[in-house]
T-cell receptor
Framework: NAGVTQTPKFQVLKTGQSMTLQCAQDMNHEYMSWYRQDPGMGLRLIHYSVGAGITDQGEVPNGYNVSRSTTEDFPLRLLSAAPSQTSVYFC????????????FGEGSRLTVL | AQSVSQHNHHVILSEAASLELGCNYSYGGTVNLFWYVQYPGQHLQLLLKYFSGDPLVKGIKGFEAEFIKSKFSFNLRKPSVQWSDTAEYFCAVNSKAGNMLTFGGGTRLMVKP
């Protein structure tokens, strides 16, 4: 049972480039989310999804796009990378409404030059 | 909107010292409360959680937390820390009406051997 799998683990981009961070979970969880982690700011929610075909914005959605075509996958797209998007990104899933317990991927460290 | 405050950003302790990390949240309704831990180089893991019932909850590795509703607090405690407790600790809140967690800014704990 792999849990939540994120790829890539590390990525360097130039300003203006686009890329997709992949996230997959094999626990049949309804809820999936993307957070970014920056020093002193904890984790901030970018986008989340409560099920296939349903996505919504979190606290810091600008510059990011998501889709949820299947229960398993929840990719995060950076449309035109900016240095302010240099961060560590975590994908997470949870079993259902109000369980609250998140299962995290191992993170993706992104540097935008 | 809910928010979470962790007042101690950095804590340095010697082994065997007692630990208390503060967490306060702002939300008028009923909440679920969590502490997550992130060991160096690893992803976040659940340390303990409170949904209802006994306000003193025990988690893994000897940690406990007490929910004080009147103070909107959920402080994390451990009677005697070990070097292996060196990590970053995040408090999180999930309103029972909502879907996703809101995280505090984190407290970085260093335990000196």
């Amino acid at each position: 049972n792999a849990g939540v799998t994120q790829t890539p683990k590390f990525q360097v981009l130039k300003t203006g480039q686009s890329m997709t961070l992949q996230c997959a979970q094999d626990m049949n969880h309804e809820y999936m989310s993307w957070y970014r982690q920056d020093p002193g700011m904890g984790l901030r929610l970018i986008h989340y999804s409560v099920g296939a075909g349903i996505t919504d914005q979190g606290e810091v959605p600008n510059g990011y796009n998501v889709s949820r075509s299947t229960t398993e996958d929840f990719p995060l797209r950076l449309l035109s990378a900016a240095p302010s998007q240099t961060s560590v990104y975590f994908c997470a899933s949870q079993g259902g409404r109000n369980t609250g317990e998140l299962f995290f991927g191992e993170g993706s460290r992104l540097t935008v030059l | 909107a809910q928010s979470v405050s962790q007042h101690n950003h950095h804590v340095i302790l010697s082994e065997a010292a007692s630990l208390e990390l503060g967490c306060n949240y702002s939300y008028g309704g009923t909440v679920n409360l969590f502490w997550y831990v992130q060991y160096p180089g690893q992803h976040l893991q659940l340390l303990l959680k409170y949904f209802s019932g006994d306000p003193l909850v025990k988690g893994i590795k000897g940690f406990e937390a007490e929910f004080i509703k009147s103070k909107f607090s959920f402080n994390l405690r451990k009677p005697s820390v070990q070097w292996s407790d060196t990590a970053e600790y995040f408090c999180a809140v999930n309103s029972k009406a909502g879907n996703m967690l809101t995280f505090g800014g984190g407290t970085r704990l260093m335990v000196k051997p």
